[in-house]
Antibody, heavy 117, light 106 residues
Framework: EVQLVESGGGLVQPGGSLRLSCAASGFTFSNYAMSWVRQAPGKGLEWLSGIVHGGAATTYYADSVKGRFTVSRDNSKDTLYLQMNILRAEDTAVYYC?????????WGQGTLVTVSS | EIQMTQSPSTLSIFVGDRVVITCRASQSISGWLAWYQQKPGKAPKLLIYKASSLESGVPSRFSGSGSGTDFTLTISSLLPDDFATYYCQQYNSYPPTFGQGTKVEI
């Protein structure tokens, strides 16, 4: 059974940093691209970042987070990461990781990030 | 970036009704469209991919159609479990983009 479990969310002050993790199981993690998607309270889904499988691990970012967020993966640990820097109030959201087969076929349960002083 | 526009934003409907949600892409995406269902406090769940292919385990009352720029999600006869928000998503090109969602409510 495919499982994705996010962790690392919490309360952080504006300008602060946070690193999210997504532990994968039930599939060969290294064979799949992965993405991060967020959902602000009461709002829709926003794709943030993706990382391909394979040695090059090419990364992609939405304009809203480019330069502030960094996606990475550790295939030896079957884990996806999102390093979030210079956080703003508008980054407050539930953050989901998803297996990216171009469509997002499996999602984690999400982790809440609250940016507030 | 391809823009995805869903309509309506909200649907007030009854159990047993037929539901049709539309999704329009700002440029052709061929058939590279997915539909997701999201219930409050839960992650989105994939319903349909490649515009009309039903994900394993999804009831047959759900169906999708369309190609190019215009797509529809149909629920043939709404059940209480189907009250949720539905999103379309294009995966023709990066970045993947979502419609704004359609909330199906009583």
């Amino acid at each position: 059974e495919v499982q994705l479990v996010e962790s690392g969310g919490g309360l952080v002050q504006p300008g602060g940093s946070l690193r999210l993790s997504c532990a994968a199981s039930g599939f060969t993690f290294s064979n799949y691209a992965m993405s991060w998607v967020r959902q602000a309270p009461g709002k829709g889904l926003e794709w943030l970042s993706g990382i391909v499988h394979g040695g090059a691990a090419t990364t992609y970012y939405a304009d809203s987070v480019k330069g502030r967020f960094t996606v990475s993966r550790d295939n030896s640990k079957d884990t996806l990461y999102l390093q979030m820097n210079i956080l703003r109030a508008e980054d407050t959201a539930v953050y989901y990781c998803a297996r990216d087969s171009k469509l997002l076929d499996y999602w984690g349960q999400g982790t809440l990030v609250t940016v507030s002083s | 970036e391809i823009q995805m526009t869903q309509s309506p934003s909200t649907l007030s409907i009854f159990v047993g009704d037929r539901v049709v949600i539309t999704c329009r892409a700002s440029q052709s995406i061929s058939g590279w469209l997915a539909w997701y269902q999201q219930k409050p406090g839960k992650a989105p769940k994939l319903l349909i991919y490649k515009a009309s292919s039903l994900e394993s385990g999804v009831p047959s009352r759900f169906s999708g159609s369309g190609s190019g720029t215009d797509f529809t999600l149909t629920i043939s006869s709404l059940l209480p479990d189907d009250f949720a928000t539905y999103y379309c998503q294009q995966y023709n090109s990066y970045p993947p983009t979502f419609g704004q969602g359609t909330k199906v409510e009583i």
